[in-house]
Structures are given as structure tokens and as C-alpha cells.
């Protein structure tokens, strides 16, 4: 998977916004941001060997995303 971005609809209603950015040398830039906040959740990740689907970006970020703000 190449750069890209999407939008989902959670449980819940939230709308979250998630970007997979490939980088240089095996690895990945990821982010969540939940639709009308300020936070946006980033993880760089290093030595990535394998692309991350859709499902592995959105599952990354369940923990905080699961916190109702």
C-alpha cells in the first residue's frame, strides 16, 4: 500500500481520519485523528519490512481510539 488516506466511521459515530505515509529505508509514518479534535495520534515506525494494510494502521491506534474524549 502506497501513501494513503481514509476515512472511517467508528461504532460509535466518530469519524477518524488515518494516513499511512511509506518512508525511506523500511519504514512507515501512521496517524489517527478523530474528526473535530485537535489530537492527532502519530507513530513513526522503523525497520517496517512489510506494507501494513488498511486493518493494521486502523487496529494500531484501537487502544486510544477505544477513549471516549
Same mark, same amino acid.
Given at each position: 500500500m502506497p501513501d494513503? @488516506?481514509?476515512?472511517?466511521t467508528l461504532e460509535?459515530?466518530?469519524k477518524v481520519k488515518f494516513i499511512y505515509q511509506e518512508l525511506?529505508?523500511?519504514g512507515a509514518f501512521i496517524t489517527a485523528q478523530v474528526a473535530?479534535? @485537535?489530537v492527532v495520534y502519530s507513530v513513526l515506525l522503523t525497520k517496517q519490512k512489510n506494507r501494513f494494510s488498511r486493518e493494521d494502521v486502523e487496529s494500531h491506534f484501537e487502544g486510544e481510539l477505544s477513549k471516549k474524549k
Open positions: 494513503e @488516506e481514509w476515512i472511517k460509535d459515530g466518530r525511506p529505508q523500511d473535530g479534535n @485537535e
